[in-house]
């Protein structure tokens, strides 16, 4: 059996290292390109330790390795294999079940992990990236006998997930309940546990206070990502328009004399008591639109778990009970965006199976549930058919994108919420060929970041604002007339100034246009 598990574990590394070389791999979304640009000085030409949501730790490691070869992916190198090790760990810990358990059990449930395990291969993100390394942690805490080394290790591999997402923390510490819940009814031994995370607390508090964001920052996210729609009442007091939050929900930011640290902390504030019970409604709908196969998954495993391994009920109640706490609250004052729910959901569903294999009885009943598990592995791995194609059409699309403003040095390219879509971008894409010239401007959170600083400087720029009408040299990546609107209704409320965007240039793919004062 143990060499079984050997050889089901060397077939599930291979597998997810294939998956890795031969199929496209990008980021989830454009987050990661504009911290890997930072860390790698790709765009500024400033190698820079800021990643504004990671640790300066993380930063430092980068920037040290970028110095030092600076023509390879370092950033893409680093997140991919904390990943798989996190998810060979995970199939270390699916191999560990009772010897009553078939092989061929085991071969299913590894290939159930891998199938809805292949998306986050496929497309990384360093938030899903962080959370799954500490999913490997409660993994580890709760199915394997930990020693003092043990222990050491889990904590040194915790806090790196949380110098490449400090709010991982929170996920360990909220999932570790049910865990104390659990060891502390069962009257075993809970101080190993807690001396665990006090470490891991004493550590990311260490962190945090080297590496937290600023608050200017943290205010643009929230109010960017918020779908939250607002009044001349509600923003009363507030010295924002209508059009200054629009813009800003497009990723777009204004004057930074008036879109400060003050006025944006004090915005951000204001949304959290002015998201509607519909808007509340809509987000769960999308959530279980777009999450409907994983949420089913997660409630199989719920029932099969209820089934078969009843003494598990209880703590079944509080981690479900407790997970639902935080979706809620998240969904009502903050976000719940993929990156977020799918470890989270990964979480639950792997500890209620893993609950259900490590039984030493019924057999009969765990068969039926792996070939059933295995059929739905089999589809969701099909569903990524679609998904290999469109991620080469989108990279051979980006290509396209990058030699055009490659070829136009002397412009200066703005680019804005659907503009370039630079999710496209192949994730192993070295940062020498990353826009050679520097002539490309993201928004964003970036814009208030040293590196973009540094950029506007380079171009003679104070703000992307009032300093571009009517510059030749300056060219917007557009395709979003919410976002034009709004900027031309800033850009008439705050300056007194109008204008229109001109499209310049009919090109296949691009929309390329030009701000122009209107008299």
Partial sequence: MYKDKK????????????????????????????LYFICSGALSGISSDQLIFSSVWWGKLLTILFKLYPSFNWYTLLLMIIQNISFLTIGYISLGVQKAVKTYHLL????????????????????????????????????????TTGWCLLAGWSLLAFSIRLEAYLFLIIFSIPLIFSLWSEKKNIRPLITFLLICTIGWTSIY???HPSKTVVAFDQ???????????????????????????????????????????????????????????????????EERYIIGLWLLSVLFCFLISPEKRIFSLVL?????ALIFYLIAFS???????????????????FYVFYQEKKLLSKSVISVFLFLIAVFKVYSF???????????????QYHQYISANPDKVYITALGGLPVEYMSAWLAPEKIFPHDNIIFTGWYCYTQDYAALLKKHQLQNITKDVVNRNDIIFLLNNDGLETAFKEMMLTRYNIKCTFEEIENTEHLPLKRLVQVD
């Fill in 335 to 353: 976000r719940f965006p993929h990156r977020v729910s799918y470890p989270i959901f990964m979480y639950l569903i792997l500890v209620h199976l």
């Fill in 385 to 399: 058919s679609d998904l290999f194609n469109l991620q080469r059409k989108y990279h051979a699309e980006f290509e």
């Fill in 209 to 211: 206070m080297q590496s």
């Fill in 320 to 324: 479900n009970s407790l997970a639902l």
């Fill in 108 to 147: 299913l449930l590894l290939f159930v992990l891998l199938g809805f395990m292949l998306i986050c291969v496929l497309k990384i993100q360093f938030t899903t990236i962080a959370l799954t390394a500490i999913l490997s942690v409660l993994l580890c805490i709760q199915f394997l006998s930990v020693s």
């Fill in 223 to 289: 109010i960017a990502a918020k779908p939250v729609r607002f009044t001349a009442t509600s923003l009363s007091g507030t010295g924002f328009t209508s059009a200054d939050v629009l813009l800003m929900q497009s990723w777009y930011p204004g004057d930074p004399a008036f879109f400060n640290e003050g006025n944006m902390v004090k915005l951000a504030d204001r949304i959290k008591s002015h998201k509607s019970t519909i808007e509340i409604a809509s987000e769960w709908k999308k959530i279980l639109r």
């Fill in 7 to 34: 050889i089901i574990l060397f077939i599930g590394a291979l597998f997810i290292t294939l998956a890795a070389i031969v199929f496209s791999v990008s980021f989830e979304n454009n987050d990661d390109h504009i």
